[in-house]
């Protein structure tokens, strides 16, 4: 068994016999550390503790008295979890945050702050009494929730109105009594207010044994956000249900809901998930904000070349453009801005999506639903009975589909859709693969546009980074561009939540299907292949368009190189 504290002092003549007796006699009466005992009565300096302390633990000290703490690092680490560990956090450098334990040995404190941030942690040995200290002067409530309360106090109720679908209202006022009482309402109506405001895609509400999770998606990360108490949840989820009109006494089943809000004028969507997991049900909703919408071609991201490629195929008379990309990377907001681009008056314009995600005036948009039969190939034969002249199919997700698509596109019909593949070049096998003949590929195929999104450097924080040459050159650059631009990353600011980030670009790679393309389908070329072909006639790969990015000093390597693949 490990000798304690005050024994170790008194081996190493920090302290005496006595004086260790008199702190035991202390602690026994006002409870606390040995060592903040011994400080108490004076029998040791606070300086000499933590610096006997860190050569115990094998890691820096730290006097938090003397250490000026910026407030925005104390959001990254709830009060709850500060005074259950005894745990301070000091500043943030990068990756890295600094955080004053009082026993740096304690691994558990240091893995919950590491999966709570996101960040890696770099313990620092701090006083009993100093990190008490720190916690009461910097940390302005009692309860982690009660911050939470006073900003659902100070809330503008107002500005946030559930706008009810027009269906029959479902009787539920037995089971809305806990979903409704007044503090519930706030708590979800700051919850939904404040992801909004900081620009989130989705809110995740994640119920574990002990504890409850709230965290928002911001340009395509995670974060954590609060930690309501667990034994709120199923009033949380019963609210959440009740505002998307979902049935609040089934527990058993996934469901999924639907919410309209308006907030400060703006109409909002929201898209409700429900989940049963072991410790209650976990809510994801994905927030459609149409105020975000950009639907401007020329300000998602494309370089002149691929823009001209892309916006040629879309206003052409017959054919199919494919959008690729993995979820969550962009393809629908590609999609709508190509619509709305070719959105005229002489032009019937039909889509099928699952779901609708957005509202476009002028066109006509059908939700499609599988569980009544209405599947994107029902809706697509649908749709060709209707005199379009375009025609927008949310996914191709399976051969009945891709060969009424095909058909579309070789009968007078421009057709878009996507497609979930790596690449653009892939997507040529993909459509193999599902059974589509290859000289119907050829044929149909007119332009094949692979994207990604990543997250824009801050404005308000960026700055020049230092980054090895050979590291530009493993990423893609030749040896001559690498020493002829300035890298940037962002320092990290409250205006992007000490990220360094602020809003996301798209990478897009625009394979236009030419008659040396054409001929490789038909022939059976290999994906390498085509590729290769694709580069030499001029298109730029995602990681050629990340590059270009970092180059014009919108977005770090790091940053590329986690969103991209080598070439």
Same mark, same amino acid.
């Given at each position: 068994?490990?000798?304690?504290?005050?024994?170790?002092?008194?081996?190493?003549?920090?302290?005496?016999?006595?004086?260790?007796?008199?702190?035991?006699?202390?602690?026994?009466?006002?409870?606390?550390?040995?060592?903040?005992?011994?400080?108490?009565?004076?029998?040791?300096?606070?300086?000499?503790?933590?610096?006997?302390?860190?050569?115990?633990?094998?890691?820096?000290?730290?006097?938090? #008295?003397?250490?000026?703490?910026?407030?925005?690092?104390?959001?990254?680490?709830?009060?709850?979890?500060?005074?259950?560990?005894?745990?301070?956090?000091?500043?943030?450098?990068?990756?890295?945050?600094?955080?004053?334990?009082?026993?740096?040995?304690?691994?558990?404190?240091?893995?919950?702050?590491?999966?709570?941030?996101?960040?890696?942690?770099?313990?620092?040995?701090?006083?009993?009494?100093?990190?008490?200290?720190?916690?009461?002067?910097?940390?302005?409530?009692?309860?982690?929730?009660?911050?939470?309360?006073?900003?659902?106090?100070?809330?503008?109720?107002?500005?946030?109105?559930?706008?009810?679908?027009?269906?029959?209202?479902?009787?539920?006022?037995?089971?809305?009594?806990?979903?409704?009482?007044?503090?519930?309402?706030?708590?979800?109506?700051?919850?939904?207010?404040?992801?909004?405001?900081?620009?989130?895609?989705?809110?995740?509400?994640?119920?574990?044994?002990?504890?409850?999770?709230?965290?928002?998606?911001?340009?395509?990360?995670?974060?954590? %956000?609060?930690?309501?108490?667990?034994?709120?949840?199923?009033?949380?989820?019963?609210?959440?249900?009740?505002?998307?009109?979902?049935?609040?006494?089934?527990?058993?089943?996934?469901?999924?809901?639907? %919410?309209?809000?308006?907030?400060?004028?703006?109409?909002?969507?929201?898209?409700?998930?429900?989940?049963?997991?072991?410790?209650?049900?976990?809510?994801?909703?994905? %927030?459609?904000?149409?105020?975000?919408?950009?639907?401007?071609?020329?300000?998602?991201?494309?370089?002149?070349?691929?823009?001209?490629?892309?916006?040629?195929?879309?206003?052409?008379?017959?054919?199919?453009?494919?959008?690729?990309?993995?979820?969550?990377?962009?393809?629908?907001?590609?999609?709508?801005?190509?619509?709305?681009?070719?959105?005229?008056?002489?032009?019937?314009?039909?889509?099928?999506?699952?779901?609708?995600?957005?509202?476009?005036?002028?066109?006509?948009?059908?939700?499609?639903?599988?569980?009544?039969?209405?599947?994107?190939?029902?809706?697509?034969?649908?749709?060709?009975?209707?005199?379009?002249?375009?025609?927008?199919?949310?996914?191709?997700?399976?051969?009945?589909?891709?060969?009424?698509?095909?058909?579309?596109?070789?009968?007078?019909?421009?057709?878009?859709?996507?497609?979930?593949?790596?690449?653009?070049?892939?997507?040529?096998?993909?459509?193999?693969?599902?059974? %589509?003949?290859?000289?119907?590929?050829?044929?149909?195929?007119?332009?094949?546009?692979?994207?990604?999104?990543?997250?824009?450097?801050?404005?308000?924080?960026?700055?020049?980074?230092?980054?090895?040459?050979?590291?530009?050159?493993?990423?893609?650059?030749?040896?001559?561009?690498?020493?002829?631009?300035?890298?940037?990353?962002?320092?990290?600011?409250?205006?992007?939540?000490?990220?360094?980030?602020?809003?996301?670009?798209?990478?897009?790679?625009?394979?236009?299907?030419?008659?040396?393309?054409?001929?490789?389908?038909?022939?059976?070329?290999?994906?390498?292949?085509?590729?290769?072909?694709?580069?030499?006639?001029?298109?730029?790969?995602?990681?050629? #368009?990340?590059?270009?990015?970092?180059?014009?000093?919108?977005?770090?390597?790091?940053?590329?190189?986690?969103?991209?693949?080598?070439?």
């Amino acid at each position: 068994m490990a000798p304690k504290l005050g024994q170790i002092l008194l081996n190493n003549n920090l302290i005496t016999e006595d004086q260790l007796i008199k702190a035991i006699e202390q602690q026994k009466k006002d409870g606390g550390r040995i060592g903040s005992n011994l400080i108490k009565l004076g029998f040791l300096t606070e300086e000499s503790l933590v610096e006997f302390l860190s050569k115990q633990y094998g890691v820096p000290s730290i006097v938090l #008295s003397h250490e000026d703490i910026d407030p925005s690092i104390i959001k990254f680490v709830p009060y709850d979890v500060a005074n259950k560990y005894q745990i301070f956090p000091v500043s943030k450098n990068g990756a890295s945050l600094k955080l004053a334990m009082i026993d740096p040995s304690n691994v558990f404190a240091i893995d919950d702050v590491k999966f709570m941030t996101g960040y890696n942690v770099q313990p620092v040995v701090a006083t009993e009494s100093s990190v008490k200290e720190a916690i009461k002067k910097h940390y302005e409530q009692t309860d982690g929730i009660q911050s939470v309360v006073d900003d659902m106090a100070s809330l503008d109720d107002s500005n946030l109105d559930l706008i009810k679908e027009q269906e029959d209202d479902i009787d539920v006022n037995d089971l809305q009594n806990a979903g409704e009482e007044a503090p519930i309402v706030k708590l979800v109506n700051l919850i939904l207010a404040e992801a909004i405001s900081r620009g989130a895609s989705d809110i995740h509400v994640e119920p574990y044994e002990k504890e409850l999770r709230i965290r928002y998606r911001v340009d395509g990360i995670l974060y954590d %956000i609060m930690q309501p108490p667990v034994k709120m949840k199923a009033a949380l989820s019963s609210r959440m249900k009740i505002m998307s009109e979902l049935d609040i006494s089934e527990r058993r089943l996934p469901q999924d809901g639907r %919410i309209k809000l308006r907030i400060k004028g703006n109409a909002v969507d929201l898209r409700v998930s429900t989940l049963p997991t072991l410790f209650g049900e976990k809510i994801v909703m994905r %927030i459609l904000d149409k105020s975000n919408l950009n639907l401007d071609l020329t300000k998602l991201g494309f370089e002149q070349k691929a823009l001209e490629d892309f916006e040629e195929a879309i206003h052409s008379p017959f054919g199919m453009v494919l959008v690729t990309g993995p979820t969550g990377s962009g393809k629908t907001t590609s999609l709508y801005s190509a619509l709305s681009t070719v959105n005229k008056v002489d032009v019937n314009i039909m889509t099928a999506e699952d779901p609708v995600e957005y509202n476009l005036n002028g066109i006509n948009q059908v939700h499609v639903r599988d569980d009544i039969g209405l599947s994107f190939a029902a809706a697509l034969r649908s749709f060709l009975r209707q005199d379009p002249d375009i025609v927008m199919v949310g996914e191709i997700r399976d051969f009945e589909t891709a060969e009424i698509a095909v058909k579309a596109a070789l009968t007078g019909h421009l057709v878009l859709s996507t497609l979930h593949t790596n690449d653009a070049p892939s997507t040529v096998s993909r459509l193999l693969n599902m059974g %589509i003949e290859p000289f119907l590929v050829s044929a149909s195929v007119l332009l094949i546009l692979a994207q990604r999104l990543c997250r824009k450097i801050c404005e308000h924080c960026k700055e020049e980074e230092e980054i090895p040459v050979s590291a530009l050159i493993n990423a893609g650059f030749t040896e001559d561009e690498a020493g002829n631009f300035k890298c940037y990353k962002g320092k990290g600011c409250s205006a992007c939540g000490d990220t360094g980030y602020k809003g996301r670009i798209a990478l897009y790679e625009v394979m236009p299907v030419k008659e040396e393309i054409k001929d490789m389908i038909v022939k059976g070329a290999t994906t390498s292949d085509i590729k290769k072909t694709a580069v030499r006639l001029g298109m730029k790969t995602l990681r050629m #368009s990340g590059l270009t990015k970092i180059k014009e000093g919108i977005t770090t390597l790091e940053e590329v190189l986690r969103v991209t693949f080598g070439d």
